[in-house]
């Protein structure tokens, strides 16, 4: 993710988050913190049905990782509503995943809405487990976050050399 994806970022997140959004200016300070942060975008490329005199690239998703000293925390994660269940968060979250073990992180963590069972399906797919519950951690709906975490990741989603 880059400074000129963010418009079209924002777009998604607005759309997908509507109750918590984080602002342009969120995303902003995200991507200044360059030594800590890892974002990505994932873009579709051809006309499609909506736009069918453009050859795109039409931003579909993006990801991001916060990576501290032997552990990360995956910040955000987010499919275009009309590209979901296409292998697209799976794709995201694996390199989010291989970025932590290149960082040396064999712990991720992250937060996910209660009411949010896809995303917490693609997570324990991932080999994520709950280690914990977060009331009201979201605001302002006031909906409790799972705490879950994998272990292993170095060893699971690092290239062999
Ligand atoms: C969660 C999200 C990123 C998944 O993206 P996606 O591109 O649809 O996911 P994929 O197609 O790669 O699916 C991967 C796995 O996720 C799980 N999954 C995805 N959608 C699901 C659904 N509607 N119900 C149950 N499980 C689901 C499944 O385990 C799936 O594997 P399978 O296809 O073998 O069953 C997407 O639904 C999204 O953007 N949701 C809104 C934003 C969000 O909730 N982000 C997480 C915040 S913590």
């Not at 000129?4 to 997908?16: G, K």
């Not at 501290?68 to 694996?94: C, H, K, M, N, Y």
């Not at 937060?111 to 977060?134: C, I, S, T, W």
Request: charged share 25%; glycine share 10%; with cysteine.
């Amino acid at each position: 993710m880059r400074w000129w994806d963010l418009p079209a970022v924002t777009v998604l997140e607005y759309t997908v988050f509507p109750e918590d959004a984080w602002s342009v200016g969120m995303f902003w300070s995200e991507l200044a913190e360059v030594a800590t942060r890892y974002y990505l975008v994932a873009e579709e490329f051809g006309a499609d049905a909506a736009h069918p005199d453009r050859d795109g690239p039409r931003l579909v998703g993006y990801a991001g990782l916060l990576a501290g000293i032997g552990e990360a925390e995956v910040q955000t994660i987010a499919v275009d509503p009309g590209r979901r269940g296409r292998g697209l968060g799976r794709a995201l979250l694996t390199e989010l995943l291989r970025e932590a073990a290149r960082r040396q992180c064999d712990d991720v963590v992250l937060e996910v809405r209660v009411d949010n069972p896809p995303a917490q399906q693609l997570y324990r797919e991932f080999g994520f487990v709950q280690v914990g519950l977060r009331r009201g951690y979201y605001q302002p709906a006031n909906v409790d976050a799972l705490v879950m975490r994998a272990s292993g990741v170095i060893e699971r989603f690092g290239e062999e050399d």
